[in-house]
């Protein structure tokens, strides 16, 4: 250890002599001490320069020998695995993580216990030892946390709503001050005419995309926004992307440039990096923005999501479920 005050020096002393005895020597007081005897020499004659330079330098080695090992050890456990694989897909999105805490406690908790997969569904119950089968008791097939924010085939309206919460949310944020000629149809019921969100002087059709966006120059935006868990997000964009490639070639070839954006948000809120550029470009088609909007904008998705998950979740032990006014933050 560097020199430092004669108590301290006394108490890491006492402590590395304590940890000497253990038979597991991975503390990291024990590192410390290892990494800072190993580091080459320096030049540096200054003493307080000099030991400002070495814990530097040990504090680095530490901290990425500490995030390896603690790493590879979360990768083997199969719970924590799938925590480490989703933590990996956000790290650039230090927001996602800031916003996190900036969430109500209980709705901070559930995101926290969903992503680490340790909320109370009937899987984790009977791994606990806390109930006998994991069958959903809505639909009877095997309840885990993918099935109860995605996939319990009876709860579609209950996800529709959540969809429905998103959308208008985003398209909330994009009418606000946005051109008089731009027009924004949605899938839900009043905010289109006749049976399709692709009003006929486009194209005739059938097929509904989420959102339609027409600009003062006639160029076509379709609009698709999927809430899938996060494992399945790239398999979400393919099948829209499948979807709509008719209907897209048809609108071009009536004279109207179009494109298609698909939008995919986690249901446990996260919005990887992909997205965020895909939202960032929907935004741009109808308005300008700065880029703090538009962060302030990707956070109040995310509460959104997260808030409807929560719903969601919570209303499992529910049979029967009455759509609450969409959500608004
Ligand atoms: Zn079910």
Redesign the pocket.
């Known amino acids: 250890m560097t020199k430092a005050d004669a108590t301290v020096t006394h108490c890491l002393t006492s402590k590395l002599n304590r940890e000497s005895q253990w038979t597991r020597k991975n503390s990291i007081t024990r590192h410390a001490q290892e990494t800072m005897d190993t580091l080459p020499a320096t030049q540096i004659q200054d003493p307080h320069k000099k030991a400002k330079h070495l814990v530097k330098k040990s504090t680095t080695s530490i901290r990425d020998t500490f995030q390896k090992k603690w790493t590879d050890h979360l990768k083997g456990l199969a719970v924590q695995g799938q925590f480490v694989r989703v933590w990996q897909a956000v790290e650039a999105d230090i927001q996602w993580k800031s916003l996190l805490f900036q969430l109500p406690p209980r709705i901070m908790q559930f995101v926290l216990n969903a992503i680490i997969d340790t909320l109370p569904t009937n899987s984790n119950l009977v791994r606990w030892k806390k109930r006998s089968n994991a069958k959903?008791d809505?639909?009877n097939?095997k309840?885990t946390l993918m099935?109860v924010l995605n996939n319990?085939?009876?709860?579609l309206d209950r996800y529709t709503w959540r969809h429905n919460s998103i959308l208008c949310h985003i398209k909330k944020f994009l009418a606000k001050d946005m051109p008089d000629n731009v027009k924004i149809y949605l899938d839900i019921p009043g905010q289109y005419k006749g049976i399709s969100t692709v009003p006929v002087d486009i194209a005739v059709t059938n097929q509904k995309p989420d959102m339609v966006i027409i600009d003062n120059v006639g160029n076509v935006t379709l609009v698709e926004l999927t809430v899938p868990f996060e494992s399945n997000i790239i398999q979400a964009e393919e099948r829209k992307k499948q979807r709509y490639e008719g209907l897209l070639n048809e609108i071009t070839s009536n004279g109207h440039p179009t494109e298609l954006i698909t939008i995919e948000i986690g249901s446990r809120g996260l919005i990887c990096k992909a997205n965020a550029d895909k939202l960032f470009k929907l935004t741009k088609k109808v308005k300008k923005v700065s880029r703090k909007q538009f962060r302030a904008f990707k956070n109040e998705i995310t509460k959104v999501t997260v808030v409807a998950s929560y719903i969601i979740f919570y209303a499992k032990f529910e049979n029967q479920w009455v759509s609450p006014p969409l959500i608004n933050v």
Do not use: K
């Open positions: 959903c809505i639909c097939n309840e099935h319990c085939a009876s709860c």
